[in-house]
């Protein structure tokens, strides 16, 4: 089965998709990986890719699909395609659609990642490390744990992140811009809402039982 995978940044969509790769023999699907790796191979296309994003511009949906139709009819993948980030609006997933139609494939599977905005900020303020073992957690989510810390609470410290407004930012872009795809991915039948706040595990398990019906 083919597999969207949508989720916001912070989500725990990539290593989700890596762990579904690993298990279940899959082909992550990235269209940057795309882009990167036709201009590795250096075809004319590649030359072409690399021209656009080195003026810093965004490369078209027409050479997007070329690449995505070299994957999707390549038999080696054929009903292990782990789309990740893909598709970001409605052409693009209509695009999807259709380029799956002509081979006869589709998604049979789309996973929505959902976490609001206070949970990614209290991952990220939350994060704590314990100066003796360089143990990470967070305060708001492993109260017990530091309480219980082997090497004691009071090495937990807290490093600031300057990374927080750049995170945030990008988080509120892309629920921003991503919402009309979502809505009408969330029409599809094979739509399922995974709640993002649970543990990496449990998350697994619960797109395990998705994929092994
Ligand atoms: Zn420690």
């Not at 139709?69 to 782990?82: A, E, P, S, W």
Request: hydrophobic content about 35%.
């Amino acid at each position: 089965m083919n597999i969207i995978l949508f989720g916001p940044p912070g989500a725990g969509k990539g290593t989700q998709a890596q762990l579904i790769v690993k298990k279940h023999n899959y082909f992550q699907l990235s269209t940057g990986d795309l882009l990167r790796n036709e201009v590795k191979k250096n075809t004319n296309l590649g030359k072409e890719i690399e021209k656009i994003i080195s003026k810093g511009n965004f490369v078209s949906d027409e050479i997007i699909n070329n690449l995505l139709k070299q994957t999707i009819k390549n038999l080696k993948f054929r009903d292990r395609i782990i789309f990740d980030g893909y598709p970001r609006s409605i052409d693009q997933a209509n695009n999807l659609d259709s380029i799956l139609k002509e081979y006869n494939q589709k998604i049979d599977l789309i996973i929505s990642l959902v976490v609001s905005r206070e949970i990614i900020e209290k991952r990220i303020i939350g994060r704590v490390t314990c100066d003796k073992c360089n143990l990470t957690l967070n305060e708001f989510f492993n109260k017990n744990e530091i309480e219980l810390h082997p090497c004691g609470k009071e090495f937990f410290i807290k490093r600031k992140d300057d990374n927080l407004e750049t995170i945030m930012s990008r988080f509120d872009i892309y629920t921003k811009t991503t919402q009309p795809v979502l809505h009408f991915l969330s029409k599809n039948p094979n739509f399922q809402k995974i709640d993002g706040k649970l543990e990496i595990d449990e998350i697994t398990r619960k797109i395990d039982t998705f994929i092994n019906f």
